[in-house]
Structure formats: structure tokens, C-alpha cells
């Protein structure tokens, strides 16, 4: 995945702090992600069976990390939701916009409580089920990352402090 700046940015809209704040979230979203997706894909090719001692750390982590990253992921998305949409809203940001980014919240919380309930139960984990799941939400949030990067952030990168009018 890439931490590249969203599409139509300008230095001055990344040097704002209420943008850098949203990317650097943002990023840690999808960096998280790959290191979930790392101690699966280990896990997959282990020569070893899932209970083998040399996999139980992978699995742990896997499972703490995956509960970790499902709260922190639905608490954001209700933050936007409830909080920076509306004010955006009121600043410009089109209902249209508003309406989509809300159902890809809605998608990807079915897709985040799918791999919830995979990692719920360690002793039942399946790699490549997990897998599987990990990239449909990867590819998801990538590109809900990656539109509302570029709708929210030239709103944002306009405004002097977090309740400002523009």
C-alpha cells in the first residue's frame, strides 16, 4: 500500500494540520492493515500446523491487532459520520459526497466485523479465509481512503481551527 499524498494535492493543503492529522489516521489504517495481512500471509506459509508453538505468536498478535484495528476503524468512521461530514457539509462538501462516503462506511463495517468474528475464536482461524477477507477490505478501504482524501481534505486544509467557518 502507499502513503502517497491524495489525488489534486497541493504542498499548502499538506502542510495544514487538520489534513495532516486525517492523512497520518489514514495512514495508520492502511499501514496496520499490511502488518495484519504480513502475520497472515506467514501463517499461510508456514511449513508448520496453526497449533505448532513457532505460530501461536503470529496468531496472538493477529488476534489482538485485529480486535484493536476493528474498534479503532468503526470509532473513526462514527467520528466522521457524526461529526466532520456534517460541518463539512455546511462548508461545501456535496450531500452526493456525504451519501458515499457513508455507505462505504456501511460496506466496511460488514467487511470489519466479517474478520472480527474470523479472529474471535483463535483455535479456528483459516489463513487463507482470513486472507481472503483482509484483501476484499484492503481493496475497499483503499479506495474509500483515497476518495475521501480528495473531497474532505481541500475543505479541511481551509480551515483555521476545528469548528472555523471557511
Given at each position: ?35 495484519m495481512l ?33 474498534e479503532m ?89 476545528w469548528w472555523?467557518?471557511?
Open positions: 500500500m502507499t502513503n502517497l499524498p491524495y489525488h489534486g494535492a497541493t504542498s499548502e493543503q499538506l502542510q495544514n494540520p487538520f489534513v495532516r492529522e486525517l492523512l497520518a489516521i489514514h495512514n495508520m489504517f492502511r499501514d496496520q492493515l499490511v502488518a504480513g502475520f497472515v500471509n506467514e501463517l499461510k506459509t508456514s511449513k508448520q500446523p496453526l497449533t505448532h508453538a513457532k505460530n501461536l505468536p503470529h496468531i496472538q498478535i493477529l488476534v489482538r491487532a485485529g480486535a484493536r484495528y476493528t476503524l468503526h470509532g473513526h468512521h462514527q467520528l466522521e459520520t457524526a461529526l466532520l461530514f456534517p460541518s463539512l457539509s455546511a462548508e461545501g462538501l456535496p450531500a452526493s459526497v456525504i451519501d458515499q462516503l457513508n455507505a462505504e462506511h456501511d460496506g466496511i463495517s460488514i467487511l470489519i466485523d466479517k474478520f472480527s468474528a474470523e479472529i474471535a475464536d483463535p483455535a479456528r482461524i483459516e489463513p487463507e479465509v482470513i486472507n481472503h477477507d483482509l484483501q476484499r477490505l484492503s481493496e475497499a478501504l483503499q479506495a474509500h481512503l483515497a476518495y475521501e482524501e480528495t473531497h474532505v481534505c481541500p475543505l479541511l486544509a481551509r480551515r483555521l481551527d472555523s467557518p471557511l
